[in-house]
């Protein structure tokens, strides 16, 4: 299932010239769209948790595609399975209230980069990304990195499940973002201050459901597990205020069209 993705940019996408389904259909956009509620972490160090709406987007116009979990990507290069192109993402930010008060506050970001994708069957893939976040106040901000593997396979009463294993990196300043914390901050909020490297950040694990309710409704639903590695699960944040293990579930309602 799509991760969270900014209501601006499903509104957006629904209102540009004032399209209904069936004329998005006409102009070559396919997919589904739907709109849900969310349970996950507040942020990456997992002090708390958030219930959120979320908007679900699975979209294709061509070589372009949108979705909640890789963003808006274009397939410039396709050849026996193998696609590769630019995305733009949306990584949310933090706000350092609650346990996290004394820590800076972490805006909205967006991240630009490359993907590289081999899927020689609709209901498998392997992918490497790499990206940029941009955005972001001062010292924030950074390299990321993905690798993972997707498998989709059916249930019964048309119901398809797919997998997702996944292994995130990041440089050493997109860690210190989120995991790291400066004297001043040490000060301020009562957490032990401390300055990460780059390197693995964490492994998710999301088990993903679509189950037809009728017509060209479905519900989809998506449970994470997200295990903190490296210099991210040895932040003093995560081990005074957060938790290296966390978990992440979603469920709404999308129209097929």
């Known amino acids: 299932m799509a991760r969270s993705t900014p209501t601006l940019l499903l509104a957006a996408l629904l209102a540009l010239g004032g399209w209904s389904s069936g004329a998005l259909a006409e102009e070559g956009l396919t997919g589904q769209v739907g709109l849900g509620i969310g349970y ?13 709406p979320v908007p679900y987007l699975d979209l294709d116009w061509g070589d372009v595609s949108l979705s909640g979990d890789d963003g808006l990507t274009w397939d410039a290069f396709k050849d026996n399975g193998f696609t590769a192109g630019p995305f733009i993402n949306y ?52 390299l990321l990195g993905k690798v993972g593997g997707e498998l989709g396979y059916p249930l019964g009463m048309g119901i398809i499940g797919s997998s997702n294993l996944s292994a995130h990196f990041a440089d050493a300043r997109q860690t210190r973002t989120f995991f790291g914390v400066t004297a001043e ?10 300055k990460p490297g780059g390197g693995m950040q964490n492994f998710t694990l999301t088990q993903n459901f679509a189950i037809p309710l009728g017509g060209n409704w479905s519900l989809m639903t998506s449970a994470s597990w997200i295990r903190l590695v490296g210099n991210a ?18 469920t709404a309602i999308s129209y097929k069209f």
């Open 185 to 194: 901050e040490a000060q301020a909020s009562g957490i032990g201050q401390y």
């Open 40 to 52: 996950q972490p507040h942020d990456p160090s997992g002090s708390r948790y958030d219930t959120v």
């Open 91 to 142: 990584l949310p930010g933090r706000n350092s209230d609650g346990d996290l008060r004394g820590l800076r506050n972490v805006p909205d970001m967006g991240e630009i980069g490359g993907y590289v994708q081999y899927s020689p069957a609709d209901f498998w893939r392997v992918f490497v990304q790499l990206g940029s976040a941009v955005g972001g106040g001062n010292g924030q901000g950074g």
């Open 233 to 250: 699960a040895d932040s003093s944040i995560v081990r005074e205020r957060g938790d290296k293990s966390q978990g992440e579930v979603q």
